[in-house]
């Protein structure tokens, strides 16, 4: 794996991770002021869920990088059998 393909791939995790971190421990505020939306959470904690979701995605990018070092995962083999689904179609 390519530098620039380890950076996309980790950049794609994190977008999966931030809305899978995003509702965590989200609850409405107590007295709703007038012209607030009824959903919106009384403290949303933005700063400390990016730095949660920074980890976590680091955490999957490790794995699915040893999966592709190890060859479990070969997106070159992947390639080749949706190259010949098409053909034989």
Not at 22 to 51: C, D, M, V, Y
Request: hydrophobic residues 55%.
């Amino acid at each position: 794996m390519s530098i620039f393909t380890g950076i996309v791939l980790y950049l794609m995790l994190y977008w999966v991770c931030v809305f899978a971190i995003l509702p965590w421990g989200n609850h409405p505020p107590e007295n709703i002021e007038t012209g607030h939306s009824t959903g919106a959470p009384a403290n949303p904690r933005l700063k400390q869920k990016f730095i949660i979701t920074a980890f976590v995605a680091a955490a999957v990018w490790l794995i699915v990088f040893v999966l592709i070092k190890i060859d479990v995962i070969d997106f070159y083999e992947i390639g080749r059998q949706m190259s010949e689904e098409d053909l034989a179609r």
